[in-house]
């Protein structure tokens, strides 16, 4: 695809599709649900709201390069907010919907954010609650007008932002034009927040430049069109989503549906019946544990079709890649995409071309299931500091187990330690206000990624470790480990800790207890016990446990949180090879060395019950 001229800056791209596009189509841009159905919105109604809230913001006194924060779950909004606010040269700081309080504070202390616009109330009280520590922050907007208090100063309506803006554009008619002029595709974009390996979170500079290079790499590789439909269900706040779903899907022409949350996906996949979606691998771990929970509650003979049917279309698939496809096969293909196929597809409403699949690792096994329906999903690789993508398959060429070949415009080379290198156009200007994290991460103009990967014989990248010990769930969220550890390390009942979760649905975790003050528990509590075994292995001990970690998680996001975790009878040694000399526990020994148990906690549904 030749290099599209709208895509120098976000404005840009804005002007385009809103005053040259909108005059050639009839499509919606944007889909959500009110009431229970899903309603589109216009490309002039993007225009109408999005500059009457841009002028809003300018009548509030927001003037290039300030900083504005987001707190919202996907929504129009969020879309007329963040135009807005780069139409007028601003950056904005998107929040996850899940920080608490303590990580808003830092964030929007660090940033230097003069507002912030929240959704509802329950994220208004977390603002709220340390606003006055919040020395930059001049003014609040709710998105929910029905949450709105008029006795609390500086807390404004988005609607009421927007009267505000329409009063201010007859005086000064030209504003969002000459910005135009003034915004440089090197200017800072956004501001975004990821946890480092200190849990102290780091903001990544991006400018205009480093994230539409991405995007028109992904229109060069990909084969997204106009008349394609979107289900965004993944944070906007997340730069996969807002790169790929978001200002892809809007540079391509394309209409954005948002899912109403993770728990309605399967439900607004049959509404909107979309042709591309961008996702993890939780998604797909869900929808296959649902698909094979299902068949195992049919009859033998309905069964036995089904794996008949999934080992033809792999047969069937492998074949296809080799050009060589027998007969038998075909016809074998035929009829189990008929009697199988064609109803697993219908789950994701029937017309789906593709997933992008980023923000975590993809189960081989998973890509080759759904590949044998007949839904492909292409796998990518990339950081946040790459705006995001490094790296990605093709619908065309691509290797399960691998995350690609780099794409267009990213160099990457494999250092001596075999960490991956990334350099180009996407790469970050740095942390803000952090030097000393931005000349570690970036060196000579290449990014150090922080992961241990390989190029196989045909290209393709593979990962193959994480050089520290910084992990993603499936879900793709960053965990720090050592700052979660060392909280529970405070409590009297535990002695030692081991965060799991890399590549996992949840965390679970691994703990050594202290065995004085279990016995101390269990002799005050009358709690029958020979030996220590038999106090590792007790409901009552393990209900103590569950308890007190409760009091501990209480600070910590959702999905920094415990769901589950077994309790060991023997601590982590030097001598039995599980930490170091200098008591540094050796993490990859530890989960080899208790696979087994671990498999267990993820297996099982209770979430503190003894396991053996």
Request: aromatic share 10%.
């Amino acid at each position: 695809m030749a290099q599209l001229n709208y895509l120098t800056t976000v404005p840009r791209l804005y002007q385009h599709l809103t005053e040259e596009y909108s005059k050639e189509t009839n499509n919606f841009v944007l889909k959500h649900k009110v009431d229970g159905k899903y309603v589109g919105v216009t490309y002039d109604q993007l225009k109408e709201e999005t500059d009457a809230f841009a002028f809003g913001l300018a009548s509030l006194g927001i003037k290039k390069d300030d900083k504005i924060a987001i707190i919202s779950e996907n929504r129009p909004e969020w879309v007329y907010g963040d135009f807005a606010i780069l139409s007028l040269g601003a950056i904005d700081v998107p929040l996850y919907p899940s920080l608490t309080s303590e990580s808003v504070e830092f964030i929007l202390n660090n940033s230097e954010s003069k507002a912030i616009i929240v959704s509802t109330k329950f994220q208004l009280n977390k603002v709220m609650k340390v606003r006055d520590k919040c020395k930059s922050l001049k003014f609040i907007i709710l998105l929910n007008e029905k949450d709105i208090d008029d006795s609390k100063k500086d807390i404004y309506a988005f609607s009421k932002v927007q009267e505000l803006g329409k009063s201010f554009k007859k005086e000064h008619p030209n504003l969002l034009k000459d910005n135009l002029n003034f915004i440089k595709p090197s200017d800072v974009c956004t501001i975004i927040y990821t946890s480092g390996t200190t849990g102290e979170p780091k903001g990544v500079v991006l400018t205009h430049h480093n994230i539409l290079s991405n995007v028109q790499a992904a229109l060069d590789c990909f084969p997204i069109s106009s008349t394609d439909v979107f289900l965004s269900f993944l944070p906007l706040c997340h730069i996969f989503e807002r790169m790929a779903g978001y200002y892809t899907a809007f540079a391509a022409k394309c209409t954005v549906c948002y899912a109403e949350s993770i728990e309605t996906v399967a439900q607004n996949l049959i509404d909107i019946k979309p042709t591309i979606m961008t996702s993890v691998p939780r998604l797909f771990e869900r929808i296959h544990s649902k698909i094979i929970k299902n068949v195992e509650s049919q009859p033998e003979k309905k069964q036995k079709i089904f794996y008949w049917a999934m080992d033809a279309g792999k047969r069937y698939r492998e074949a296809l890649k080799k050009g060589k496809i027998p007969l038998s096969l075909s016809l074998q293909y035929k009829l189990a995409d008929k009697l199988v196929y064609k109803k697993l597809q219908e789950k994701t409403g029937g017309n789906l071309r593709f997933f992008i699949s980023g923000g975590a690792a993809l189960p081989r096994a998973l890509g080759e299931f759904f590949e044998a329906i007949g839904i492909i999903i292409v796998e990518g690789y990339g950081l946040t500091e790459s705006s995001p993508v490094i790296a990605a398959n093709r619908v065309d060429d691509y290797k399960f187990g691998s995350v690609g070949k780099p794409f267009p415009g990213v160099e990457i080379k494999i250092a001596s330690d075999g960490e991956i290198l990334a350099k180009g156009s996407n790469i970050m200007q740095g942390y803000f206000k952090n030097k000393k994290e931005t000349d570690a991460t970036i060196k000579d103009g290449w990014l150090y990624t922080g992961d241990i990967g390989v190029f196989d014989a045909d290209g393709f990248l593979l990962i193959t470790d994480r050089k520290k010990h910084l992990f993603k769930t499936s879900a793709g969220k960053y965990i720090a480990p050592t700052p979660i550890e060392s909280m529970f390390l405070a409590s009297k009942y535990i002695d030692q800790f081991v965060l799991i979760g890399d590549r996992r649905m949840f965390l679970t975790a691994l703990i050594v207890p202290d065995y004085e003050a279990i016995k101390e528990y269990a002799d005050s509590h009358k709690i029958p016990y020979e030996k220590l075994e038999d106090l590792i292995r007790d409901e009552q001990i393990y209900k103590l446990l569950d308890k007190e970690m409760d009091q501990f998680q209480k600070k910590l996001a959702n999905y920094e949180r415990v769901r589950k975790f077994v309790l060991l009878d023997r601590p982590f040694t030097i001598e039995s090879g599980e930490i170091t000399p200098s008591l540094k526990i050796k993490r990859k020994y530890v989960e080899e060395r208790y696979q087994d148990l671990i498999e267990q906690m993820y297996q099982s549904l209770d979430r503190s019950v003894p396991i053996n």
